[in-house]
């Protein structure tokens, strides 16, 4: 199958089509950053998938599928930079799939979009509204995109759309918005609350994805693996000291004294749990996570071991 | 488990039909070491400082989905943490009554931790459902928190009874076990409720005592389970129907209650005359 995959150069892109390619597919990516070690048979493209030359890819390429992972979610990007990116890239992405006649389209979203918050069900089906928009102004912009790509599902009959709301990623490559939380020797986290985490692997991620290609599934899907873990644990598992901080400490200091640098809203997030009902995928893919918990956080630990005290 | 937690205590967490990880963690964050320490605290008070009475125990299943409704009383929610303790220390194997909790306890640091970490989630339909699903065992309070709120005098009446139970027993083919507590009013005798500084502590209300604080007293309890009762249909009924299976378990649950206060008083009655009725059993006898 020829698999065009716009956003090709992040972490998760890279391993996606790396496995895609390895399973005997065609492969062609479009992303603004280089990926200057990408393996000989992946057709790269260095193009801004808004401009004219991301559409002269889609019409030569004529891709059979695209895993539109071309989405910005580091926080501390111009909001204004995010939306164009987000919003508008999604947009072209249905936009040049339909007219250069692609079969499926995949969306890869974050299970984020539910929103956390005390009175939020501890597990959320694909049913549930995407409160986040509210809860955690700063992740509009992907709630957005992940909305319209929904409505390619009516507003695009002729293309397979799937939707992809996708728990955190936690592997020895150290990507994602959990392993970055993660990084340092101290990591803080709201003193009287420990709200349960989903992560997974990066490998079962990028399997999932995969899956969702091969067997063509049609409709939103949230993605899990195993099961959700307190924070406070994972971050000790992780061989990080777990600081329990005042929310109001907490809330003045992140940023400083190196803690890691969140949009208050995040707070949240390290309050109350975000975690997904991932059944309906398993059931439409027959996807089981290889990796459990308790090894995720183990090859994370090995791969990104706690940086030296500055003392 | 830890040094204040026994090992009867810790081997009966161990033999909860709960699929905890290899970190000790349930799907739902149930942990068992935060189980552990919560139990020594109930063990205290379910063998030492209350007298618990328990009957009709053979009325719980040993295991599935099942639902226990009952009335609510003692201001503190005595009677809630009593329920669970009886299902722990009582039932063989020991179940793990999963509470459907006021939404204002997940708001609370330190009280949302623990109440996630022993099974007591806020009340939402969607978790009642999902936890009865997976067959566990719930709790539920349909009076909420006005049943709480009784003053002394009401102590061992119903207040209204919410529908949503009934619908969702229905729904999910789930027995109701009816239970009536009683000897929660006299633990914590209610002479009023403090909305105000309720509200400056973010609870609906602080109970206020002869003696000013909520403090529990020592005294009598008696837990009374009662028969399973199952209501055929599928929960989408009209709102007669429901309402009327809503007052056969409120019937049921008062009946109960008026078993529980024959009890206490037989009891209460020997302990004037000096001769003290048999204790429960210490947890380290029923390991």
């Known amino acids: ?311 | 488990m830890t040094l204040l937690v026994s090992d009867s205590i810790a081997q009966r967490v161990q033999r909860l039909e709960i699929p905890f990880n290899s970190f000790g963690v349930d799907p739902y964050g149930i942990s068992q070491k935060h189980l552990g320490l919560f139990f020594s605290l109930l063990d205290f008070f379910y063998h030492h400082y209350f007298s618990v009475g328990v009957t009709g125990l053979e009325n719980v299943p040993a295991r599935g989905r099942a639902m226990l409704v009952g009335n609510h009383c003692g201001g503190v929610a005595i009677d809630g943490a009593m329920v669970v303790a009886s299902m722990f220390f009582e039932m063989d194997p020991p179940r793990l009554a999963e509470g459907m909790a006021e939404k204002f306890i997940n708001r609370l640091p330190f009280t949302s931790l623990w109440s996630s970490r022993t099974g007591q989630f806020t009340g939402l339909p969607e978790h009642a459902s999902r936890l009865l699903e997976d067959e566990r065992l719930l709790m539920v309070f349909p009076e909420g928190a006005r049943g709480t709120a009784k003053l002394y005098s009401e102590r061992n009446s119903l207040v209204h009874f919410g529908s949503g139970f009934v619908r969702l027993a229905m729904k999910t083919r789930t027995p109701v076990i009816p239970f009536g507590f009683v000897g929660g009013g006299e633990a914590v005798p209610t002479i009023a409720n403090s909305y105000t500084i309720g509200r400056l502590l973010g609870v609906p209300y602080i109970p206020i005592t002869p003696y000013l604080i909520p403090a529990p007293l020592p005294v009598q309890l008696e837990i009374t389970y009662g028969e399973p009762m199952t209501f055929a249909g599928t929960g989408a009924e009209e709102d007669e129907v429901i309402l009327g299976h809503v007052e056969q378990v409120k019937a049921r649950i008062a009946e109960l209650i008026e078993a529980g206060r024959k009890r206490r008083r037989g009891k209460l009655s020997l302990d004037w005359r000096g001769a003290t009725p048999p204790r429960p059993a210490s947890s380290k006898e029923h390991a």
């Not at chain 1, 955190?168 to 003193?191: E, K, M, N, Q």
């Not at chain 1, 924070?231 to 901080?245: D, K, Q």
């Not at chain 1, 400490?249 to 997904?276: C, D, E, M, Q, S």
């Open chain 1, 1 to 311: 199958m020829r698999v065009l995959i716009p956003g090709i150069t992040g972490q998760l892109g890279r391993m996606v089509a790396t496995r895609l390619l390895e399973e005997g597919h065609e492969v062609i990516g479009i992303d603004r950053r280089p990926w200057p070690t990408a393996p000989a048979g992946i057709e790269m493209h260095n193009v801004d998938l808004q401009k004219r030359a991301a559409e002269d890819v889609f019409r030569k390429a004529r891709p059979q599928a695209v895993i539109h992972m071309a989405t910005v979610t580091h926080l501390v990007e111009q909001t204004e930079e995010r939306y164009r990116i987000n919003l508008g890239g999604t947009r072209v992405v249905f936009d040049n799939s339909r007219a250069c006649g692609v079969e499926h389209v995949i969306f890869v979203g974050r299970h984020t979009y539910y929103g956390a918050g005390p009175e939020s069900p501890l597990y959320h089906t694909e049913e549930d509204p995407p409160m986040a928009v509210s809860t955690f102004p700063e992740l509009a912009d992907l709630v957005a995109a992940d909305l319209y790509a929904c409505t390619a599902l009516w507003r695009a009959p002729e293309l397979c759309t799937t939707v992809l709301r996708m728990c955190y990623t936690l592997g020895p490559t150290g990507h994602g918005t959990l392993a970055s939380f993660l990084r340092g020797p101290h990591v803080p986290y709201v003193l009287g609350f420990d709200p349960l985490f989903q992560f997974m692997h990066e490998q079962d991620v990028v399997t999932a994805i995969c899956l969702a290609l091969e067997k063509r599934i049609r409709g939103v899907y949230n993605v899990s693996g195993p099961q959700p873990v307190p924070l406070s644990l994972i971050i000790r598992a992780a061989g990080r000291v777990a600081v329990p901080l005042p929310e109001f400490v907490l809330r003045n200091a992140l940023g400083r004294f190196g803690l890691p640098k969140l949009p208050r809203a995040a707070l949240t997030h390290i309050k109350y749990p975000v975690v997904v009902d991932g059944a309906a995928f398993r059931a439409a893919t027959g996807f089981k996570h290889a990796i459990d918990e308790a090894q995720a956080i183990r090859e994370y630990r090995d791969a990104h071991p706690v940086p030296a005290s500055r003392s």
